[in-house]
Nanobody, 124 residues
Framework: QVMLAESGGGSVPAGDSLSLSCTFS????????MAWFRQAPGKEREFVAT????????LYSDFVRGRFIISRDNAQNTVGLQMNSLKPEDTAVYYC?????????????????WGQGTQVTVST
């Protein structure tokens, strides 16, 4: 059974940076593409970024491209999300996801396993 655990959320003013991390366990990490999604109150869960199994391919949503960077460490079984130039509209619960079957998956249905989420709040 795959387990995902996010960390690194918090509250920051607009323009600041935050770094999220997700630890993967339970199966071979390199069998899974990894992604970050987010969900704001009253809104659907939306795609943020994904990274391929070997880490060579990444895909970002339009609203974070150029500000966020997804990375993975296949030796440590972790995936990270470096968030820069944060905006109030980035406020949401951020979820780590693992998927065995898709590359460049940008929908929740493309992922088999989810973490519990970590809150990110950006104030004006």
């Amino acid at each position: 059974q795959v387990m995902l655990a996010e960390s690194g959320g918090g509250s920051v003013p607009a323009g600041d940076s935050l770094s999220l991390s997700c630890t993967f366990s339970g199966r071979p990490f390199t069998n899974y593409a990894m992604a970050w999604f987010r969900q704001a109150p009253g809104k659907e869960r939306e795609f943020v970024a994904t990274i391929s199994r070997n880490g060579r391919r990444t895909l970002y949503s339009d609203f974070v491209r150029g500000r966020f960077i997804i990375s993975r460490d296949n030796a440590q079984n972790t995936v990270g999300l470096q968030m820069n130039s944060l905006k109030p509209e980035d406020t949401a619960v951020y979820y780590c996801a693992a998927g065995a079957y898709y590359t460049d998956g940008d929908k929740p249905a493309h992922y088999n396993y989810w973490g519990q989420g970590t809150q990110v709040t950006v104030s004006t």
